[in-house]
């Protein structure tokens, strides 16, 4: 296993990694609407939330070589599900390919009071197996 940590994404708020690399899978943690710049969420909007969860996902993917076609899972934690229209455009406009399998859930609370988190699985080497 192999630690990936990159300065384009938020660092982890707790005693995890950005993303782990095993057997050619990277497992990115949840990611917050943290903008890596200020450090602060971007907006209190779950749209702007879920873009910026996505683009956290994106910098990592990107630190090893990848980017978002490579995401193969992720899961999406919304604080309210009523918002679940409005962030599956928005998360519909960073995978205009195959999307890869998703999961959401409403979640009761999220870290710092986020109203998004996303997590993903992201596969190094892509092949057509379809």
């Known amino acids: 296993m192999k630690s990936v940590s990159t300065n384009q994404a938020p660092a982890a708020v707790g005693p995890y990694s950005q993303a782990i690399i095993a057997n050619g899978l990277v497992f990115v943690s949840g990611q917050l609407p943290i903008d890596p710049a200020t450090g602060e969420f971007v907006s209190n909007d779950p749209v702007d939330q879920c873009k910026q969860s996505l683009r956290n996902i994106d910098a990592i ?3 090893v070589g990848a980017d978002l076609s490579h995401v193969v ?5 919304l604080k309210d599900l009523s918002s679940f229209a409005a962030v599956n455009a928005a998360y ?8 890869p ?5 409403e979640a009761a609370a999220l870290p710092k009071g986020a109203l998004v988190e996303i997590d993903a699985i992201i596969v190094l080497n892509k092949t057509s197996n379809g």
């Open 101 to 105: 399998a998703r999961t959401t859930f």
């Open 92 to 99: 519909a406009e960073f995978f205009p390919g195959v999307p």
């Open 61 to 63: 993917a990107k630190s």
């Open 73 to 77: 899972r992720t899961t999406v934690l």
